[in-house]
């Protein structure tokens, strides 16, 4: 497997959403997607709803846009901005993290805020990023973490034909309560099956 170069950022565009490398400029809109409770619960940053709401202070929320003023320029993952093309606006982002040189393999995440969610762009975005990541990254494996309360995010996941691996149970705790957190992935082969390419 030869060594993935990340300093590449594409820009991936779809029927409904574009990808883009992030600018600094973006992290105002991040900021407030970031703010609402229910992405904070569903990506787990967060352990109840009362630590979602509590305002950040000025030093947190310079520190939030620092990381996206800087995503562009990291080589060892990829992090895309998600622009709604009916709006023209940031709903989300989409990253490939934790690159393994010698396997070929990365974990996945994506957000969209409450404004984006539930209109197909997601499932697009999911799609444009593993076909840059297989085809023309050469992945070999991508893998992801979603919270047992998130089916939504699940059915997106299968739908994409990610493939369930594991269940870590009681992995995560939120308001109290203990969640399984559920590992997926997709080879090399499963995307080949899935897409015939
Ligand atoms: C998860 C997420 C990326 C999905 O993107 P999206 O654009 O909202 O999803 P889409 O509109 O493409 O598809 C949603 C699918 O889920 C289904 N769905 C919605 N609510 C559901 C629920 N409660 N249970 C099961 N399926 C559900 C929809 O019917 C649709 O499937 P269909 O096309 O087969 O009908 C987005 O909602 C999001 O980022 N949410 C907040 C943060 C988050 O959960 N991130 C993932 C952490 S692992």
Redesign the pocket.
């Given at each position: 497997m030869n060594s993935i170069d990340f300093a590449k950022k594409p820009v991936l565009t779809g029927e409904k959403v574009l990808l883009r490398p992030f600018e600094a400029a973006d992290g105002e809109r991040m900021l407030d997607i970031l703010s609402?409770v229910?992405?904070q619960r569903?990506?787990?940053s967060v352990h109840n709803d009362e630590e979602a709401r509590r305002a950040r202070t000025a030093e947190q929320e310079q520190q939030i846009k620092d990381w996206y003023a800087g995503r562009s320029a990291q080589t060892d993952r990829l992090d895309l901005a998600i622009v709604d093309q009916g709006s023209g606006t940031v709903?989300?982002e989409a990253v490939f993290n934790e690159y393994e040189e010698y396997s070929g393999n990365v974990s996945f995440?994506?957000?969209?805020?409450?404004d984006?969610?539930?209109?197909?762009?997601?499932?697009?975005?999911?799609g444009l990023f593993l076909q840059y990541g297989f085809e023309t990254l050469g992945l070999h494996r991508v893998w992801?973490?979603?919270?047992g309360f998130?089916?939504?995010?699940?059915?997106?996941?299968i739908?994409s034909g990610f493939v369930l691996e594991g269940v870590k149970r009681e992995d995560f705790r939120y308001e109290g309560e203990y969640i399984d957190t559920k590992v997926y992935g997709m080879l090399r082969s499963d995307y080949v099956r899935s897409t015939g390419k």
């Open positions: 609402e229910d992405v569903l990506t787990g709903v989300g995440r994506i957000l969209i805020g409450s984006g969610q539930g209109k197909g762009l997601g499932t697009e975005a999911i992801l973490e979603v919270y998130n089916p939504r995010a699940e059915r997106v996941y739908k």
